[in-house]
């Protein structure tokens, strides 16, 4: 019988090479992804990827899982196009079931604003090819039955409609691009934290770590939350601040909930995922903070909010509460390509959106650092773009106006 399963070797050990011609800081899904894509993509196997912790263990595996391609901004609907269509297609890339569950997005207005909002979303949309439809009351009733429409005394007045919104596993994609890179030769170095990032005349050539210094040809940073520290290292100052994001999930409960439901007015969404769990997020903490613990007055408002939506979840059990960091620009959007420290480029920025974009940011960061030409894909998120007055807002995406 042993013969009809595969023995797989997901992630090997390798000691520290004392230089690759990539050194990648942060193992959660965008810096796995960029070595896959390196490797798989241009050839550029001599990669190590370097996390202070175990992959996946910063915002990889605190987000909720969910994706979509609906933003607002005109310069940021291909991007998250673009990373819907790879992930649709990962799974069979990678040889790893990533348990993609399209579940179609719906957008709730409780106020003439916010339905405004929503139609000028839609409007945008459909001019990238990518559909979001305006519902009536009648239509989200139908989608979503379980839904009280007149949501604890702040009615419903219509909506939006994005097919496309879907949920993966988190914690296998991070698992599945290191399982790729690694099988292409890439190094992964968990528990290898990165001390100091080193620049000689302007020019990143290495890194120190507690195993001593790491020459490269290039060093990218994708470590999200924690990028100021890293940028502090090479002499940069960043427009990010780092918020704390909080989430969590009931006890399992039946299949009923068959939609992603969102409210801006609300600022708030909810799931339920394949074990049944209701998972529930909402805005960020008002505060800039580095802190991962969970708060009381958080689970008691997103409690509030999802009772009205739903009263039927009332006497459900909170399972588990849960904090992540966001790194948030100006504008909410991200901000990635070429730093003025030659040899060391970023992906950062990604604020609440940073799952959505890990196969596409992945893809077009490694394409960029094989080539030194920045993707078009990319080119309105460049790091400069504040100091040339070319900001891409996304504030609406995120319920914030």
Not at 97 to 108: K, Q
Not at 361 to 381: H, K, Q, S, W, Y
Request: charged residues 20%.
């Amino acid at each position: 019988m042993s013969g009809l399963f595969r023995q797989r070797e997901y992630l090997g050990s390798h000691p520290v090479k004392d230089h690759y011609d990539v050194v990648i800081i942060g193992g959660g899904g965008h810096g796995l992804a960029c070595a896959y894509y390196l490797a798989s993509r241009h050839g550029i196997t001599n990669v190590g990827v370097f996390e202070a912790s175990y992959i996946g263990s910063g915002g990889t595996g605190r987000n909720t899982t969910l994706i979509r391609a609906n933003q607002v901004a005109p310069g940021s609907v291909p991007l998250y196009r673009k990373s819907v269509e790879l992930y649709q297609t990962l799974s069979e890339e990678l040889d790893y079931n990533l348990m993609v569950s399209r579940r179609g997005l719906l957008m709730l207005a409780h106020s003439e604003h916010t339905l405004h909002n929503l139609q000028e979303r839609a409007s945008i949309n459909r001019q990238f090819r990518v559909k979001t439809e305006l519902v009536d009351r009648d239509e989200i009733q139908r989608l979503c039955p379980v839904l009280d429409i007149e949501c604890g005394g702040r009615p419903i007045v219509g909506g939006a409609y994005h097919p496309r919104g879907a949920a993966v596993r988190h914690d296998a994609v991070a698992w599945a691009y290191a399982a790729g890179a690694h099988r292409l030769g890439v190094h992964i170095h968990q528990g290898v934290p990165v001390t100091d990032v080193l620049v000689h005349n302007g020019k990143c050539v290495g890194i120190e770590t507690p195993h001593g210094k790491v020459s490269a040809g290039a060093v990218h940073s994708a470590v999200g939350g924690y990028v100021s520290t890293i940028a502090k290292m090479v002499g940069l100052r960043l427009p990010i601040a780092s918020y704390p994001l909080q989430a969590f999930v009931t006890e399992s409960y039946k299949p009923i909930l068959h939609r992603i439901v969102t409210s801006d007015d609300l600022h708030f969404y909810v799931s339920q995922t394949s074990r049944g769990e209701l998972l529930v997020g909402a805005e960020i903490d008002p505060y800039p903070s580095y802190s991962t613990r969970s708060t009381w007055p958080f689970l008691a408002s997103a409690s509030k909010r999802l009772m009205d939506m739903f009263p039927w979840t009332a006497k459900l059990r909170i399972l588990r509460q849960w904090t992540g960091l966001c790194d948030m620009t100006p504008d909410y959007s991200p901000m990635m390509g070429l730093t003025e420290v030659e040899n060391f480029t970023l992906d950062t920025g990604l604020g609440t959106w940073g799952f959505k974009l890990t196969p596409v940011n992945g893809l077009m960061l490694a394409e960029l650092i094989a080539t030194a030409r920045v993707p078009d894909l990319i080119a309105p998120f460049s790091v400069d773009r504040f100091r040339m007055d070319r900001a891409v807002s996304e504030r609406k995406s995120a319920g914030t106006h």
